[in-house]
């Protein structure tokens, strides 16, 4: 590690330079980040913002901020639903013309439907979730007891851990309920297939959520999927392969008789269908083509000047970042005169894909 900043600065300045984050990678430069979009075409990608933010309280005025300075400058935002685009627009102000909805890929080879895991004497119900009040925890609490109480064949398997597992805990012991009711805690991501392949039928209550990958990750397994109506969920499934319901514990609970009814009638979809279905809507291949759309229009957009970036500062209302993004701007311009560009080697754009036909020949296309 270097002992320094004086060791520190020029290695950073090659990596800038070396992954050519003065035109349009979108590798993140942490440090220098404000002003190296000077001329970086660089679109900003909201996909990993899964959660909605209210506008109320102190906590979320805060972060609505940072985001709306963190967004004034950006070419483009990419967000995982519909729900999610409404809900950035709003908080950070961005023109909704700037703002692109792809969802997120599931490798649905990782998630392949295997019936001959489940339990043939219980109709299993899975929750995969961390065990946190956004996630529906306090909800999932009542319904547990009252869905045993009802049906006999019905057992939970809980994947998660969180500050509300002693809720859950508390739930199995004051019912009794040991023998039904399984924690699994923490897991790996490579663990969720076996697990959900173990399921009959997938619950998600969460209060509030911009997507879920989890009731696509279930749907590929092919679970039922119960799941609350809120943010961007209805917009992840097709209608015929999950069960809307409203965030109460009434809702959720006719929502589980449902399924529980429709398993036992067989009214249910063949798991490899469903998993077909999956794979067809939420393949790499597609949300990479998708996003290589978005990532082209910026790269046809004009180059922004230090002028335009503080223009764009200026609308945020937070005008002590102007400073910010000027030290940025000076620290680079120094380095210049330190650490000549003409000095480092810069990594090419590999723009054309050499195809080795059977013949030996190659052609570049």
């Known amino acids: 590690m270097c002992s320094s900043n004086d060791d520190l600065l020029p290695p950073s300045y090659q990596i800038y330079l070396l992954e050519r984050r003065d035109r349009n990678s979108t590798w993140p430069f942490r440090v220098l980040s404000p002003c190296s979009r000077r001329n970086a075409n660089w679109p900003f990608d909201g996909t990993k913002n899964h959660s909605l933010f209210g506008f109320a309280d102190a906590s979320a005025i805060l972060t609505n901020k940072f985001l709306e300075i963190s967004l004034a400058d950006c070419n483009h935002c ?6 999610g685009k409404e809900n950035t ?3 950070a102000k961005v023109q909704k013309e700037k703002v692109s909805v792809i969802p997120n890929a599931v490798d649905t080879t990782l998630f392949m439907p295997d019936t001959s ?14 065990l946190v009040y956004r996630k529906g925890v306090d909800l999932l609490a009542r319904i547990i007891p009252d869905i045993c109480s009802r049906y006999e064949d019905v057992q939970f398997l809980i994947a998660g851990d969180g500050p509300k597992r002693w809720l ?9 309920l040991q ?10 991501h490579s663990q969720i297939g076996s697990v959900l392949n173990k399921g009959h039928i997938f619950l998600n209550t969460s209060l509030t959520e911009a997507y879920c990958m989890a009731i696509v990750e279930a749907a590929s397994c092919g679970l039922q999927v119960v799941s609350t109506k809120v943010g961007g969920i209805p917009e992840v499934l097709p209608s015929d392969l999950i069960y809307l319901v409203e965030p109460t514990v ?5 929502g589980l008789e449902s399924a529980i009814s429709d398993y036992k009638e067989g009214n249910t979809r063949c798991p490899l269908e469903t998993h077909k279905r999956i794979s067809l809507y939420y393949n790499w291949f597609n949300i990479t083509r998708r996003t290589e759309v978005v990532y082209n229009l910026v790269k046809k957009e004009d180059e922004k000047k230090l002028g335009q970036q503080l223009a764009s500062y200026v609308r945020s209302g937070v005008l002590a970042y102007l400073l910010v993004v000027s030290l940025c701007y000076i620290i680079l311009q120094g380095l210049e005169v330190l650490v000549p560009r003409k000095y480092i080697d810069v990594a090419k754009d590999y723009t054309e894909i ?7 020949e190659g052609k570049e296309e």
């Open 179 to 188: 023998h039904r009711v399984t924690l699994l805690g923490s897991l790996d």
């Open 354 to 360: 050499n195809v080795i036909h059977p013949q030996g």
């Open 117 to 130: 895991k489940r339990d043939n004497d219980f109709i299993t119900i899975v929750i995969v979730s961390r």
């Open 168 to 176: 859950i805990e508390e739930v199995r012991e004051r019912n009794l």
């Open 250 to 254: 009434p809702g959720l609970i006719e």
């Open 89 to 91: 627009v709003l908080r």
């Open 78 to 83: 990419i967000c995982v639903s519909h729900t």
